[in-house]
């Protein structure tokens, strides 16, 4: 069964940093680029990153970057976002997703939540 | 503020046809291909549409994707209630270099 599972949500102060897992079965991970999305409380969903098959190009929201990195372990089957100087407005669910081709993702997780307070 | 615009809600009746519209720019739909999805709170969203008009296996035929120039449409035919959500459409920016979606539309089937 094709499988992506988020792990690594927590409630986190104000300026602190936090690292989201997503491990991937099911499929041949390193063919693939991956998403993280995310959606707030009470609000849409946003795209946030993505990355390359070998991880060797990566891009970002204006509002994550320089903040936000998005990794790999392709051994490992493993999406990383690394999340450092967390603000209020980064509360959200977050989503890490396969690419099926530009932004159509057609594997989605259930979501970790982060909550910056 | 989101780059796509989506209208907040449509409604229509069981059986009915419902369109929801995504409009954008150059940058974004007018060069670049449109995703749909399908979404409800505390669940994943699943794809409906990818490449503007394309339905990934599983997805019924009821579900079709346009575009023309800088708007994109998503038809939904034979309504179901099952089909209360909410729905979303997504493209690649070129300008931005980074993907974005529409702020969602909350379908109603009356």
């Known amino acids: 069964e094709v499988q992506l599972v988020e792990s690594g949500g927590d409630l986190v102060q104000p300026g602190g940093s936090l690292k989201l897992s997503c491990a991937a079965s099911?499929?041949?991970?390193?063919?693939?680029?991956m998403h993280w999305v995310r959606q707030a409380p009470g609000k849409g969903l946003v795209w946030v990153s993505r990355i390359k098959t070998d991880g060797s190009r990566t891009n970002y929201a204006d509002s994550v970057k320089g903040r936000f990195t998005i990794s790999r372990d392709n051994a490992k089957n493993t999406l990383y976002l690394q999340m450092n100087s967390l603000r209020a407005e980064d509360t959200a669910v977050y989503y890490c997703?396969?690419?099926?081709?530009?932004?159509?993702?057609?594997?989605w997780g259930q979501g970790t939540t982060v909550t910056v307070s | 503020q989101s780059v796509l615009t989506q209208p907040p809600s449509v409604s229509a009746a069981p059986g009915q046809k419902v369109t929801i519209s995504c409009s954008g720019g150059s940058s974004n739909i007018g060069n670049n291909y449109v995703s749909w999805y399908r979404h409800l709170p505390g669940t994943a969203p699943k794809l409906l549409i990818f490449?503007?008009?394309k339905r990934p296996s599983g997805i019924p035929d009821r579900f079709s994707g346009s575009k023309s120039g800088t708007s994109a449409t998503l038809d939904i035919t034979g309504l179901q209630t099952g089909d209360e959500a909410d729905y979303y459409c997504?493209?690649?920016?070129?300008?931005?270099?980074?993907?974005?979606f529409g702020g969602g539309t909350k379908l109603t089937v009356l």
């Open positions: 490449d503007t008009n």
């Open positions: 099911g499929f041949t991970f390193s063919n693939y680029w």
């Open positions: 997504a493209a690649w920016d070129s300008s931005l270099s980074a993907g974005v």
């Open positions: 997703a396969k690419d099926l081709h530009d932004v159509g993702m057609d594997v």
